[in-house]
Nanobody, 122 residues
Framework: HVQLVESGGGSVQAGESLSVSCAVN?????????IAWLRQAPGKEREGVALLSSDGSKSYASSVKGRFTISQDDAKKTVYLQMNSLNAEDTAMYYC????????????????WGQGTQVTVS
């Protein structure tokens, strides 16, 4: 079955950097999907952070633009989120998610989800 496995979360000080990874174990899903990073802080709604579309285009939430970068390593079927200049408002559980349908990508309705990785900024 399809698996998305996040790793790399942790605790950092404000102003520091952290990178999280999302490994996709299914070739077809990796190559045909949009893959997104989302986050959810306690008591808050889940929000999209960054999106890597199937055509390679990238988009970011305004709250992270200029600080976060989404990238990919096709050989490893892995999508990364590099997070710089972290602040306390970035504290959340970070999830990667994938969707093969264009409609789902446009509406941010993802079929495949990882288990999440915690990022804490103090």
């Amino acid at each position: 079955h399809v698996q998305l496995v996040e790793s790399g979360g942790g605790s950092v000080q404000a102003g520091e950097s952290l990178s999280v990874s999302c490994a996709v174990n299914f070739d077809k899903i990796y190559s045909t999907s949009c893959i997104a990073w989302l986050r959810q802080a306690p008591g808050k709604e889940r929000e999209g952070v960054a999106l890597l579309s199937s055509d390679g285009s990238k988009s970011y939430a305004s709250s992270v633009k200029g600080r976060f970068t989404i990238s990919q390593d096709d050989a490893k079927k892995t999508v990364y989120l590099q997070m710089n200049s972290l602040n306390a408002e970035d504290t959340a559980m970070y999830y990667c998610a994938a969707e093969t349908s264009r409609r789902g990508c446009v509406s941010a309705e993802y079929t495949y989800w990882g288990q999440g990785t915690q990022v804490t900024v103090s």
